[in-house]
C-alpha cells in the first residue's frame, strides 16, 4: 500500500541516480500538528493541517541541485489505530504532494507503511518488515530504483528509528533536531551527522557529496 511513484527517474537530463536520499516526512518535510486531543504534536491526519516545514522546498532544491534522487519514508499508523481513516491518509499525501508540486518539486519514490503491531485494524496490524527502525521501506524503494549499493545514500529524519533503518541498510544518516518531536529522540541514535533544520542537514549532505570520505575515493 502507498506505493505511489512519481516523477521519472531517468530523464534525459538524469542519466543517474546520483545521491539517493531518503527522507522522512513529519517533522522534516511537513511540520508536526498539535493534536487538541493529547497536546502534542502529531502528524497531521486532514489536508488542511498540512504545512511544509519551514525550510523544506529550501533543502529540497539544494538536494536536486547536487542531482540527487528523493524517496520518502515515512510509518503513518494512525489508520491502523483508528485515528483515521486510509482514505484520510491519502488525502494528506495528496496535499503535500500538491504543495510540493505549487514550489515545482517532486519526490521521486514515495514509500509508507500504515502498519502498526497493536493496530485495531486487523488488516493493518503488525508486525511488519516495513516500520521503520526496520528497514523494509528503504529496501523496497531502491529494488525499484535498481539500486544495489547503500554506500552513496543517506538518511535524513528526526527520530531515533529514522537513524536507526538508515544504518540498517549502511546510508550515512542525520538527524535534526527538531523541537517539537524531541519525544521522539533518545539521544541514543548515533547519527553520523546533527542538524538544527532539514535545510542544514540538506547543506550537510551537498557538502559531504562534493568532499567523498575516503573509502569511497
Ligand atoms: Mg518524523
Ligand atoms: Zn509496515
Redesign the pocket.
Known amino acids: 500500500m502507498g506505493d505511489h511513484r512519481e516523477g521519472h527517474l531517468n530523464g534525459p537530463n538524469n542519466p543517474g541516480l546520483g545521491p539517493v536520499v531518503f527522507l522522512?516526512?513529519?517533522?522534516?518535510l511537513t511540520a508536526p500538528v498539535i493534536d487538541s486531543r493529547s497536546d502534542r504534536p502529531e502528524s497531521p491526519y486532514r489536508p488542511e493541517d498540512v504545512r511544509l516545514m519551514g525550510g523544506a522546498t529550501a533543502a529540497l532544491r539544494v538536494l536536486r541541485g547536487i542531482g540527487a534522487t528523493l524517496v520518502l519514508v515515512s510509518n503513518q499508523p494512525a489508520a491502523a489505530k483508528g485515528t483515521c481513516s486510509l482514505a484520510d491518509l491519502d488525502a494528506v499525501h495528496a496535499e503535500f504532494s500538491r504543495l510540493l508540486a505549487a514550489e515545482g518539486l517532486h519526490l521521486d519514490v514515495v514509500r509508507y507503511c500504515h502498519h502498526h503491531p497493536e493496530a485495531t485494524v486487523p488488516r493493518l496490524r503488525g508486525p511488519c518488515e516495513c516500520r521503520k527502525p526496520a528497514p523494509g521501506l528503504l529496501v523496497d524503494a531502491a529494488r525499484e530504483l535498481g539500486l544495489t549499493d547503500f554506500r552513496a545514500t543517506w538518511m535524513i529524519?528526526?527520530?531515533d528509528v529514522?537513524i536507526a533503518a538508515g544504518k540498517r541498510v549502511g546510508a550515512r544518516t542525520v538527524l535534526i533536531e527538531e523541537p517539537l518531536?524531541v519525544h521522539?529522540r533518545t539521544g541514543s541514535a548515533a547519527p553520523d551527522h546533527r542538524a538544527p533544520s532539514v535545510l542544514s542537514a540538506a547543506q550537510i549532505v551537498a557538502d559531504a557529496v562534493g568532499h567523498p570520505r575516503p573509502e569511497d575515493a
Open positions: 522522512d516526512r513529519d517533522g522534516v529524519g528526526d527520530s529514522d518531536s521522539r
